[in-house]
């Protein structure tokens, strides 16, 4: 590091103020104290002012405390970014001295900070320097230890979830020169400006150091300070290189030699102890790509949770959590010109103690085998859903990837984050890589928020040009925390099909959950219907124009089938139906088997198979279904193409709410007539046209009469009319089309 040759002052201190008040005075004044000091021991000290839109009271004050103080206070800036970064990064251009330190203008500086950590500084240039106490005062009491990095306790893992240090920092003005704060502005869901610097400057390789015997006084307040509303707002760290930092010395040879170099420093202590553990636990994850995940679930697990044990239990140790005398004598001293410093000694055994970050090891090991296989590869879009198996949103996952790769040269990231298996994964191969989040979290005992938090991290250092989140909840519940954050470098995006019902009747789902709080940051919402759209427009008063509704494609193959039955069946009129009725899907309430039973019950001369799975072997309908003679239970399928279509004369839908199913869709593609309800979207297929039209879904008996009307009808009329419809609507070329129009999803690399 070439230091300034322009510097004036040994050290620029930069008070960064807003809105502290009468805060601010006793800010100021504790500078002084700090400068006093170090100045009788022979150390230059220049105080800069950065008045960032004050509020009128704490103008004043300030401008007092320049009358009090003149040859103290050197300059005052009125500034108007709004940004407490933006703030710092002025006065560091303003800063005269060859160290810069800050304080904000509501927190408390030790009076022997300045003088302590120059001397540090003074033969260590490629070192930062951070008092070795915080205290916690205000609204909150307690303390805490700050650690060094060149100590055992230091672990590069414990940036991932934590910040290490306070904003009280003290170095070389010109490594702020070469890291400026990052801008964050929190009306962009970023904060934290402290962490990213610690991680970025890390990551450059800066040592961060603790001065001994040095303390910083930290003021918590009531709603409105800055730290309530980066944390109530859901602000996150911006990007930074620490992550891929971490990713590359976890892999690294030095990393895992290192940590078997500590683990032979540690050998002394008892074989359970807590450093001995956590070292243990770390060199096991660095080497935990050449292990399999049974050995991390049955061995690596319970290290880290004895591992855990033993240290909740240490921190809560009264006597290694004693506040130091001399931290109790300095407090005593500031107390003249700050009252909440004012201790008897029931006060001073009530201040708790706030252990040091520890490493969020489940957290570490899931972004780990996660960003870890991809952090050098660029995706374009990523496609956030539960999982991939037989279903309708899933297909259509599928259906955004393959498009998206070969009509649109985009590169496509699919991630699932429930700990489900996912048998359509082969489906994508070829189009997109697929990264099992949810079994990766799950697996490294990652709780939902644990998952969200990689969710996040993994979004917003990929940045792609499009997140596109089809029906997974732990993706809306990131919207819903950090859409803010995300849309400064994604376009996002949401597939909404159809609201789900409690036994009730009431409105449930991802839509009613999360629409309103997230709406607002989203792009578009895509929906495969006409109906939901409508409604959730009118519910929640959004505009019409924050949706759109995208037709999910049907294949040509099967269209080429339907066309083939058709002409078949039109050219034997007079030939006998076959009385069998076909229904598919899952076998859950919404489809509502218990329907299908009791028209089965009154129409004993029919038979009807029910192709589809139920949610889990033991399910109730699926036992209900089995108990009727003339229902047939004929298991999954993977294609709707495979089944014997010509073997029916009709297809049953009995569903009770629906988005527009794929299988309506496929059923109409392939010839067979339609008898159903037009619930929610698949109005937008079943007409009186297209369809045998049950007006009511809950009308046993027209379902049994719309049946037998289906089965004689010999006129193909209505059928040919669904398939114009999938024609028109549901082609490939149709889907191409629509999303073709839509500029911003359709980002080519």
Same mark, same amino acid.
């Given at each position: 590091m070439n230091n300034s040759k322009y510097s004036v002052n040994d050290i620029t201190v930069i008070i960064n103020c807003h809105s502290e008040n009468l805060f601010a005075y006793r800010a100021i004044k504790s500078v002084i104290r700090a400068k006093n000091y170090a100045n009788a021991k022979g150390i230059s000290i220049e105080i800069i002012i950065i008045l960032d839109i004050p509020n009128d009271e704490?103008?004043?004050?300030?401008?007092?405390? !320049?009358? $009090? +103080?003149? &040859?103290?206070?050197?300059?005052?800036?009125?500034?108007?970014?709004? $940004?407490?970064?933006?703030?710092?990064?002025?006065?560091?251009?303003?800063?005269?001295?060859?160290?810069?330190?800050? %304080? /904000?203008?509501?927190? %408390?500086?030790?009076?022997?900070?300045?003088?302590?950590?120059?001397?540090?500084?003074?033969?260590?240039?490629?070192?930062?320097?951070?008092?070795? %106490?915080?205290?916690a005062f205000g609204t909150k009491f307690f303390w805490w230890q700050h650690i060094d990095q060149e100590s055992k306790e230091f672990f590069?893992?414990?940036?991932?979830?934590?910040?290490?240090? #306070?904003? &009280?920092?003290?170095?070389?003005? $010109?490594?702020?020169? %070469?890291?400026?704060?990052?801008?964050?502005?929190?009306?962009?869901?970023?904060?934290?400006?402290?962490?990213?610097?610690?991680?970025?400057?890390?990551?450059?390789?800066?040592?961060?150091?603790?001065?001994?015997?040095?303390i910083h006084f930290i003021r918590y307040k009531k709603e409105g300070s800055l730290k309530w509303i980066t944390y109530n707002n859901y602000a996150i760290i911006? &990007?930074?290189?620490?992550?891929?930092?971490?990713?590359?010395?976890?892999?690294?040879?030095? +990393?895992?030699?290192?940590?078997?170099?500590?683990? =032979?420093?540690?050998?002394?202590?008892? *074989?359970?102890?807590?450093?001995?553990?956590?070292? @243990?636990?770390?060199?096991?994850?660095?080497?935990?790509?050449?292990?399999?995940?049974?050995? *991390? #679930?049955?061995?690596?697990?319970?290290? +880290?949770?004895?591992?855990?044990?033993?240290? =909740?239990?240490?921190?809560?140790? =009264?006597?290694?959590?004693?506040?130091? !005398?001399?931290?109790?004598?300095?407090?005593?001293?500031?107390?003249?010109?700050?009252?909440?410093? *004012?201790?008897?000694?029931?006060?001073?055994?009530?201040?708790?103690?706030?252990?040091?970050?520890?490493? !969020?090891?489940?957290?570490?090991?899931?972004?780990?085998?996660?960003?870890?296989?991809?952090?050098?590869?660029?995706?374009?879009?990523?496609?956030?859903?539960?999982?991939?198996?037989?279903?309708?949103? /899933?297909?259509?996952a599928i259906y955004h990837a393959k498009t998206l790769k070969n009509d649109f040269n985009s590169t496509v990231l699919i991630i699932t984050t429930e700990n489900e298996n996912s048998p359509w994964r082969n489906k994508i191969a070829g189009f997109a890589d697929f990264l099992e989040l949810g079994k990766i979290t799950k697996q490294n005992n990652g709780d939902f928020d644990a998952l969200i938090y990689v969710l996040t991290r993994l979004l917003i250092e990929m940045k792609p040009k499009v997140i596109h989140n089809i029906n997974s909840r732990a993706c809306w519940e990131v919207y819903k925390?950090?859409?803010?954050a995300l849309k400064q470098s994604s376009k996002l995006y949401a597939s909404l099909f159809t609201d789900d019902y409690?036994?009730?009747?009431?409105?449930?789902?991802?839509?009613?959950?999360?629409?309103e709080s997230t709406y607002h940051n989203l792009e578009l919402i895509f929906s495969d219907n006409?109906?939901?759209?409508? &409604?959730?427009? /009118?519910?929640?008063?959004?505009?019409?124009?924050?949706?759109?509704? @995208?037709?999910?494609?049907?294949?040509?193959?099967?269209?080429?089938?339907?066309?083939?039955?058709?002409?078949?069946?039109?050219?034997?009129?007079?030939?006998?139906s076959k009385h069998k009725v076909m229904w598919t899907g899952r076998i859950t309430r919404q489809k509502r088997p218990d329907l299908l039973a009791e028209i089965a019950r009154q129409m004993p001369d029919i038979q009807f198979d029910v192709w589809g799975y139920s949610d889990?072997?033991?399910n109730s309908y699926r036992k209900l279904l089995s108990n009727i003679g003339n229902i047939h239970l004929k298991g999954e399928y993977n294609d709707f193409s495979t089944l014997p279509h010509t073997e029916y004369s009709a297809y049953l839908y009995t569903s009770e709410y629906d988005g527009l199913p794929n299988v309506l869709l496929e059923a109409a593609a392939v010839g067979i007539k339609i008898v159903g309800a037009p619930v929610g979207g698949s109005c937008d297929l079943l007409t009186e046209e297209t369809s045998y039209l049950v007006n009511k879904y809950y009308d046993v008996p027209q379902y049994c009469n719309k049946i037998r009307e289906a089965i004689n009808d010999k006129s193909c009329e209505k059928e040919k009319n669904a398939l114009d419809e999938i024609k028109n609507n549901h082609s490939y070329s149709s889907w191409i089309s629509a999303l073709r129009m839509q500029k911003n999803y359709i980002i080519s690399n």
């Open positions: 704490t103008l004043k004050i300030i401008k007092s405390c !320049q009358a $009090d +103080y003149p &040859s103290s206070i050197n300059n005052i800036y009125n500034v108007s970014f709004g $940004d407490l970064s933006l703030s710092r990064n002025y006065g560091i251009s303003k800063a005269s001295g060859k160290y810069i330190a800050f %304080l /904000d203008g509501d927190d %408390l500086m030790g009076e022997n900070w300045l003088y302590e950590a120059y001397n540090a500084a003074f033969s260590h240039d490629n070192c930062i320097f951070h008092p070795e %106490l915080g205290i590069l893992e414990t940036l991932f979830t934590d910040n290490y240090w #306070t904003s &009280s920092v003290f170095a070389l003005k $010109d490594i702020f020169l %070469l890291f400026p704060y990052k801008p964050h502005y929190l009306n962009e869901g970023y904060g934290y400006e402290d962490w990213h610097w610690n991680c970025e400057t890390v990551a450059a390789g800066f040592i961060h150091k603790i001065v001994p015997n040095t911006h &990007s930074s290189r620490y992550y891929n930092y971490l990713i590359q010395k976890m892999v690294s040879d030095e +990393y895992k030699n290192s940590i078997i170099i500590n683990n =032979k420093i540690f050998s002394k202590e008892p *074989i359970l102890g807590e450093k001995t553990l956590k070292k @243990l636990f770390a060199y096991m994850l660095s080497v935990k790509r050449v292990w399999k995940e049974a050995f *991390i #679930t049955t061995f690596i697990k319970p290290i +880290y949770f004895l591992s855990r044990k033993i240290h =909740k239990e240490r921190i809560h140790n =009264k006597k290694s959590s004693q506040l130091p !005398q001399w931290a109790i004598l300095e407090a005593n001293k500031i107390s003249a010109f700050e009252p909440e410093l *004012i201790w008897n000694n029931s006060t001073i055994k009530d201040i708790g103690y706030y252990n040091t970050p520890q490493p !969020q090891l489940p957290s570490v090991v899931s972004f780990y085998n996660s960003y870890g296989a991809i952090y050098n590869k660029y995706y374009s879009h990523i496609i956030v859903l539960p999982w991939l198996k037989a279903g309708g949103a /899933d297909l259509g925390r950090h859409g803010l409690d036994e009730f009747g009431k409105p449930i789902g991802y839509a009613i959950d999360y629409l006409t109906f939901y759209p409508k &409604s959730w427009s /009118d519910l929640f008063g959004i505009d019409r124009s924050k949706f759109y509704t @995208l037709f999910f494609p049907v294949s040509n193959d099967l269209i080429k089938i339907g066309e083939k039955n058709l002409q078949q069946r039109i050219s034997n009129l007079n030939t006998t889990s072997d033991n």
